[in-house]
């Protein structure tokens, strides 16, 4: 692949709704798991797209399985840095 190095995440402020704070609890809970499917890098911005697999968010739950696709950007001290990411996961 390429050498992407650990990406910095970033915390959006969200409105407060029952649905988004359901959701954020079992993203809490769940485990996720990436399998990287694809990178496209140009320069200081990288296209990723992983098999992301969310596993634990209920005791009963079975695993979610979604693509992501992210844009990343590469920061001066060298990290990447989440510039469009779908914070609900897929």
Do not use: C
């Not at 407060?16 to 993203?27: G, Q």
């Amino acid at each position: 692949m390429t050498d992407l190095a650990p990406a910095v995440f970033v915390q959006l402020s969200l409105p407060e709704t029952d649905v988004a704070r359901k959701a954020y609890a079992f993203a809490k809970r769940a485990t996720p798991e990436l399998e990287p499917r694809n990178i496209r890098r140009v320069d200081d911005l990288a296209l990723v797209s992983n098999t992301a697999t969310l596993t634990g968010g209920t005791p009963h739950a079975k695993p979610v399985i979604s693509t992501t696709t992210e844009i990343l950007r590469r920061q001066p001290h060298g990290g990447w840095l989440h510039m469009v990411d779908d914070p609900f996961f897929g």
